[in-house]
C-alpha cells in the first residue's frame, strides 16, 4: 500500500477534514498570487499530531485555502515547486469547506522545510511551476517597544519567539509571515505570524525563545526581505 493510499484510507473520505478543525489556523494572506503560466498557494499553518505547517505527517500532503483559484488550478497530474526548489507531481485533491488537502509524488515532506509559512506553487495547463515576480521592497529597520511586564521584557516577549514593534504602515507591509528578518544580534529568521494590538504589532518568529538581554530594547528590528 502506498503512503498515499495509507493516508487516505487512515483518514475514511474526510482525510481533508484533519486541516478542517477549529483548531486550524488559516494562512496568514488567503488570496494566491498568479501569473500567466502559475499560481502561488499559502500553506495552511496548522500544526496537530498528523500535520506540521500544513504538511501531512505520514504522507506527501499539504493542506491551503479552499479558493476558487486553488480549486481551479490545483489539479491532479499538475506541476507543483516545493520551497526547496523540487518540482513534484499532484497525485489527488480532496477539498473541504475552507480548506483542501493536495496530494503530491513524493517521499514524506518535513514541515519545517516545506510548510508555512512558505507557499506552493503549481504550473497551470501542464506548464512548469513559476514564482511569481515580488516587486523589490528595500530594507528598513523599527525601533522596538520598550515593554517590560510579567510577559515581555524590554519589548521581547519571554514565553516564544516574538517582539513588540509600533504599528506603522510601513511595519505592517513588511513584517509579514514569510518574510525575513535581522535581529539585534545579527541572526536572520523568518516571520511566522504578525497581529495587531492596539497601537503596536506583536511579530512572532520561526525560532526558539530568544533572549531579550541581546535582541531587546534599544536594539533594533530589520526587514530584510518578503515571503518568497
Known amino acids: ?69 486553488n480549486q481551479n488550478a490545483f489539479k491532479p497530474k499538475a506541476k507543483v515547486l516545493l520551497a526547496t526548489g523540487e518540482v513534484v507531481l499532484i497525485k489527488q485533491v480532496q477539498i473541504g469547506e475552507k480548506n483542501m488537502a493536495v496530494w503530491v509524488d513524493s517521499p514524506l515532506l518535513d514541515g ?18 513559476v514564482l511569481p515576480k515580488v ?26 519567539a516574538g517582539f513588540s514593534i509600533p504599528l506603522t504602515t510601513m511595519n505592517r507591509k513588511g513584517f509579514k509571515p514569510g518574510a525575513t528578518v535581522r535581529l539585534g544580534d545579527g541572526q536572520e529568521l523568518l516571520v511566522k505570524s504578525a497581529q495587531v494590538v492596539g497601537s503596536s504589532m506583536s511579530v512572532f518568529l520561526d525560532s526558539p525563545p530568544l533572549n531579550p538581554e541581546r535582541v531587546g530594547y534599544p536594539k533594533r528590528l530589520r526587514f530584510i526581505a518578503p515571503a518568497p
Open 1 to 69: 500500500m502506498t503512503a498515499l493510499a495509507f493516508a487516505t484510507l487512515a483518514l475514511g473520505s474526510h482525510s481533508v477534514l484533519a486541516a478542517e478543525s477549529s483548531a486550524a489556523k488559516p494562512a496568514a494572506a488567503t488570496a494566491a498570487s498568479q501569473t500567466n503560466t502559475s499560481v502561488a498557494s499559502p500553506i495552511n499553518d496548522f500544526t496537530n499530531e498528523d500535520w506540521l505547517n500544513g504538511v501531512y505527517r505520514k504522507a506527501a500532503g499539504f493542506s491551503i485555502p479552499a479558493t476558487q483559484t
Open 112 to 129: 519545517n522545510t516545506v510548510g508555512y509559512p512558505r507557499r506552493l506553487t503549481v504550473g497551470l495547463n501542464g506548464s512548469d511551476p
Open 135 to 160: 516587486a523589490p521592497q528595500e530594507e528598513f529597520s523599527t525601533r522596538l517597544n520598550n515593554i517590560t511586564n510579567e510577559d515581555w521584557l524590554k519589548g521581547v516577549y519571554r514565553k516564544a
